[in-house]
C-alpha cells in the first residue's frame, strides 16, 4: 500500500525511530509480525526491507501509524533514514506469523539484543494489556495471565539496548548485559539467562526471544538443555515477504534423509528453537 513517513528520528548514533501513516493498515497487530517497507521509485537498492512492528499509533481512526525501529547499516537504511515526513513511501504487511504464549503461562522470559529488540518489547506490551484487562475482569484476581515478566537484554553497547522504558511500563523485571560494561553487567545476555533458568519453576516458564543469530543459537541451547519450551523470531534476507522468492529459507529438522527447511516470510519468522537447526 501506498503510506507517508509521519515521523523519523534518531534514537541514536546508529538506530532510527520511523513512523509510517498507513491509511487501510489494520488496526492491530501480533507480536513478532514484520512489515516489508520500501522507498518508492527506487532502483538501488531496488528490493524492499523487512522490519518487525514495534506497535501502532493513531493519528486518527482511519490512518494507523505503524511504528518501527531501525539501525543504519547499510544502502537501503542509510536511504531510508534520509527520508523527511510527508514523503510517500510503499508498505506491505502485517506479515508472519507471531508469538503463542499460552493462557497458563506463569513466567514469560524476553530475551532480545539490538535490533531485536522491538517484536520482544510488543510481546512485553501485549502480555502487560492481558494482565490489565484480566485482573480487571476478576478483582484481586489476575489467573490465566502471566504474573511475572522477565526479560533479558543484551548488546555490544549501551546503544544496543532499546525499549527500556517500555519494558518498565509493562511491569516487567528487567536485566541488561553489555559486552563493554556501559549498561548492566559486563558480558553477554545469556550470561545473565543461564543462572536464572537454572533456578526457574519449568513447567510455568518459557522463552521468547529475538536478535542475532549467534545469540539466539545460544538462547536456544540454553532453554533446551534446562528443558524449557523457547519461540525464537527469526531474521532473514527476504524479497518479497510472502513466499515466492524462496529467498529466507531456513533448515529445520529432519527425521529422514537430506535437509528439510522453512520459508522465514510465510511459516515465520516465529519457530518454536527445537525446530531449527543451529549451526
Not at 159 to 186: P, Q
Amino acid at each position: 500500500m501506498r503510506a507517508q513517513i509521519a515521523f523519523n528520528r534518531p534514537l541514536s548514533s546508529r538506530y532510527r525511530h520511523l513512523g509510517i501513516l498507513a491509511p487501510g493498515f489494520p488496526c492491530a497487530f501480533a507480536a513478532g509480525q514484520f512489515v516489508m517497507v520500501r522507498p518508492p521509485f527506487v532502483t538501488d537498492p531496488f528490493l524492499p526491507r523487512a522490519f518487525s512492528i514495534y506497535r501502532l499509533s493513531s493519528a486518527d481512526e482511519d490512518a494507523p501509524v505503524v511504528e518501527l525501529l531501525y539501525q543504519v547499516i547499510g544502502k537501503g537504511t542509510q536511504r531510508l533514514s534520509r527520508m523527511e515526513p510527508g514523503q510517500r513511501i510503499e508498505l506491505l504487511g502485517p506479515l508472519g506469523n507471531a508469538f503463542a504464549v499460552p493462557e497458563s503461562l506463569d513466567t514469560p522470559v524476553l530475551v532480545a539484543g539490538g535490533i531485536g529488540v522491538p517484536p520482544i518489547a510488543a510481546l512485553a506490551a501485549a502480555l502487560a494489556k492481558r494482565r490489565r484487562s484480566q485482573a480487571t475482569g476478576a478483582p484481586g484476581t489476575a489467573e490465566g495471565c502471566p504474573q511475572t515478566i522477565r526479560v533479558f537484554l543484551g548488546g555490544k553497547t549501551a546503544d544496543d539496548v532499546l525499549c527500556v522504558k517500555d519494558f518498565e511500563a509493562a511491569g516487567a523485571t528487567l536485566a541488561a548485559a553489555t559486552e563493554d560494561g556501559s549498561l548492566g553487567a559486563r558480558g553477554l545476555v545469556t550470561d545473565l539467562l543461564e543462572p536464572f533458568l537454572r533456578g526457574a519453576r519449568h513447567p510455568a516458564t518459557a522463552v521468547f526471544t529475538c536478535g542475532p543469530l549467534g545469540m539466539l543459537a545460544a538462547v536456544a541451547r540454553l532453554a533446551e538443555q534446562h528443558g524449557v519450551p523457547c519461540q525464537a523470531s527469526v531474521e532473514e534476507n527476504m524479497a518479497c515477504g510472502f513466499g515466492a522468492c524462496m529467498g529466507c529459507a531456513v533448515e529445520v529438522r529432519a527425521e529422514g534423509a537430506g535437509p528439510r527447511y522453512k520459508l522465514v516470510c510465510k511459516e515465520g519468522p516465529v519457530f518454536d528453537s527445537r525446530e531449527l537447526v543451529w549451526r
